[in-house]
T-cell receptor, first 116, second 110 residues
Framework: NAGVTQTPKFQVLKTGQSMTLQCAQD?????MYWYRQDPGMGLRLIYY???????DKGEVPNGYNVSRLNKREFSLRLESAAPSQTSVYFC???????????????FGSGTRLTVV | GEDVEQSLFLSVREGDSSVINCTYT??????LYWYKQEPGAGLQLLTY?????DMKQDQRLTVLLNKKDKHLSLRIADTQTGDSAIYFC??????????FGAGTRLFVKA
């Protein structure tokens, strides 16, 4: 019953360093998402992937890149980390396709990233 | 643009009912959701309601939807200390766009 697995759980980066956040789901879902959560701001969508081989920008994509490696895996890369990217990052997956029902997301447990 | 608003805090006594409220702006919302987040964890889907429904009940949870007023509520009956968490309201128009509120922190006093 793994669901959505994210690694690492915690990370501290220096300004300018790069890193990749990993996400994998075992529910055979088509769609995957990366969100960031900041205090008092809810969740904001960074990027999403509607299906294997496609990715699209969300609300706050600047400073990030993504790769949908296969149906299971969706990674998020910070090329040059900035303090403004200090946040909790969540990966999620869902079954829906475009214009079809969205029965809700399954979230991973999050990556807590601090950029100093 | 689309927005989802929730009050930030709610405090109840154990055994009482909790009612968490949410308002949304997008009249074309198709699905509305309630998620629960416990400390250090991801969001967990509690329930969802389709926009052509007025009410949905699932054990201790009751969701009420007033489309005219764009108001969604989550009632938790017999609230327990284990219900202490942050509750997020969210709306979707289908496809890949889901808008989340900022969350309501529920405190349950023993």
């Amino acid at each position: 019953n793994a669901g959505v697995t994210q690694t690492p759980k915690f990370q501290v980066l220096k300004t300018g360093q790069s890193m990749t956040l990993q996400c994998a789901q075992d529910m055979n879902h088509n769609s995957m998402y990366w969100y960031r959560q900041d205090p008092g701001m809810g969740l904001r969508l960074i990027y999403y992937s509607a299906s294997e081989g496609t990715t699209d920008k969300g609300e706050v994509p600047n400073g990030y890149n993504v790769s949908r490696l296969n149906k299971r895996e969706f990674s998020l890369r910070l090329e040059s980390a900035a303090p403004s990217q200090t946040s909790v990052y969540f990966c999620a997956s869902s079954e829906e396709g475009h214009k079809t029902a969205n029965y809700g997301y399954t979230f991973g447990s999050g990556t807590r990233l601090t950029v100093v | 643009g689309e927005d989802v608003e929730q009050s930030l805090f709610l405090s109840v006594r154990e055994g009482d009912s909790s009612v968490i409220n949410c308002t949304y702006t997008d009249s074309s919302s198709t699905y509305l959701y309630w998620y629960k987040q416990e400390p250090g964890a991801g969001l967990q889907l509690l329930t969802y309601i389709f926009s052509n429904m007025d009410m949905k009940q699932d054990q201790r949870l009751t969701v009420l939807l007033n489309k005219k007023d764009k108001h969604l509520s989550l009632r938790i009956a017999d609230t327990q200390t284990g219900d202490s968490a942050i509750y997020f309201c969210a709306e979707s128009t289908g496809g890949f766009k889901t808008i989340f509120g900022a969350g309501t922190r529920l405190f349950v006093k023993a």
